[in-house]
């Protein structure tokens, strides 16, 4: 087809000299433009070899971040929450949550190219990433975390924890063993400090005045009721020495009670803070002295911390005190009936009388005023769990379908009937009667 067939189109006749000249021109230039492509990418990588050859800014700020850190202050969606002595342990790629006997591990990454700059909590066992940023000033660090991340995966722009947000939990932390003179944060109340595990804010508050039995409060679920208890009993429950030393240096009250009704050394005990409960023995607290019937002595007898019970025993916990004329016979009387069979041996072996009369160990069914020996109620109480083993022997032999719950219940009682036979046997060989 002819081009002239176009109107408007004028056509010229190029010779074919100037097409092939033209043709050699134009691979000329592609050529010339490969080598320049090749010559940039070569020299990008280049570069990027000696990039990686370098140490990371990330890896640096990860050995700045690494070491425990205490978290002075949390809040989470909008609301203050108590630390109650809780740490950060980073180390390596791993992080640690401790909270007293509580640890929880987890993994985390760091990237301080970005800003502000990134960390990432990764929980590997539920496959789950907490993306959130950090501020690093010397021994000072702020983290905030999505805390919604099943529901929103975006990640905090600002260090803020604000009422039924995504980005809901901020921490902020300080270096153990850091000093808080050069502390970019501001000083914490003694309440705080104590309730944060900050020992040194602790220091500086009790050296600025702070009335070192100022009570720690919590809500509770009736509307403007709060429960009250001694800081002091805060900082023993923590298990944290230093802070428990502070404040009796400061003439804390060794005798007020928590919200439990346990003094500082019961609540020691209670938490299995042994190096409190000897702090407090060396400071001479009244070992005894228990506003609920519940003394130190009781508390570790439930736990079968046995060394905490001979500090105890050691500081007068099982000598007749006049002040507390009833509470040897309480803490026998709670011990046998909880058929505690070693903290019997315990108590037995350390001159408890095996025959006194406890009105505590009166069966309501029998109604003795004077109350019964150990034995005497250890032996009814096998007679009425006998009972109960013959009854579901009897259901178990007869036509009831549920045998197998049946079954499970006589189990239950079988057990509970031994270890009152166990006891029985401990006070017959300790000389006991009816």
């Known amino acids: 087809m002819s081009l002239f067939l176009f109107p408007g189109v004028s056509w010229t006749r190029t010779p074919w000299a100037v097409i092939k000249r033209r043709d050699v021109q134009e691979r000329s230039t592609q050529v010339k433009d490969q080598v320049m492509f090749n010559k940039l990418l070569l020299a990008a990588l280049a570069f990027a070899c000696l990039e990686l050859g370098k140490p990371s800014a990330v890896a640096d700020q990860r050995s700045e971040i690494e070491g425990e850190w205490t978290i002075v202050a949390l809040s989470d969606g909008g609301r203050k929450k108590d630390p109650q002595g809780a740490t950060m342990v980073f180390a390596g790629d791993d992080v640690t949550l401790k909270r007293g006997a509580h640890q929880e591990k987890m993994k985390f990454s760091v990237d301080s190219s970005k800003s502000p700059p990134w960390i990432d909590y990764i929980e590997t066992e539920k496959k789950r990433t907490s993306p959130g940023i950090y501020e690093l000033k010397g021994d000072d660090l702020r983290i905030c975390v999505n805390g919604n991340v099943e529901k ?102 060794t005798e007020d009670h928590s919200h439990e009704g346990l003094t500082p050394i019961g609540v020691a005990a209670r938490y299995g803070h042994r190096e409190v409960v000897r702090l407090l023995c060396e400071h001479k607290v009244d070992v005894q002295a228990s506003p609920s019937g519940r003394t130190a002595l009781s508390e570790a007898f439930l736990r079968g911390d046995f060394e905490t019970a001979k500090l105890l025993v050691a500081q007068g916990a099982l000598t007749a005190n006049p002040k507390h004329t009833h509470n040897i016979a309480s803490v026998w009387s709670s011990t046998v009936q909880r058929t505690n069979v070693p903290a019997v041996r315990f108590l037995l072996a350390h001159g408890v009388d095996v025959n006194q009369r406890s009105a505590g160990l009166t069966p309501t069914s029998k109604r003795n005023p004077g109350g019964d020996t150990a034995l005497t109620w250890t032996r009814y109480e096998i007679s009425v769990v006998q009972k109960r083993c013959d009854h579901l022997i009897g259901q178990i032999n007869g036509a009831n379908p549920n045998k197998e719950s049946l079954q499970s219940s006589l189990e239950y009682e079988q057990k509970g009937l031994a270890v009152l036979k166990a006891q029985e046997q401990v006070l017959l060989d300790a000389g006991a009667k009816e």
């Open 152 to 253: 929103i995966k975006d990640r905090p722009a600002r260090f803020a924890s604000e009422y039924r947000a995504a980005h809901d939990t901020l921490f902020v932390l300080r270096r153990v063993g850091a000093a808080n003179v050069a502390s970019s944060q501001p000083p914490l109340s003694l309440r705080d400090a104590v309730r944060a595990g900050d020992a040194p804010q602790v220091a500086l508050a009790l050296q600025n005045g702070a009335d070192p039995n100022v009570r720690n409060q919590y809500p509770t679920p009736i509307v403007g009721s709060r429960l009250q208890e001694p800081i002091l009993c805060v900082a023993a429950k923590q298990g944290n020495v230093e802070i428990v030393r502070l404040l009796l240096k400061h003439q804390a009250a």
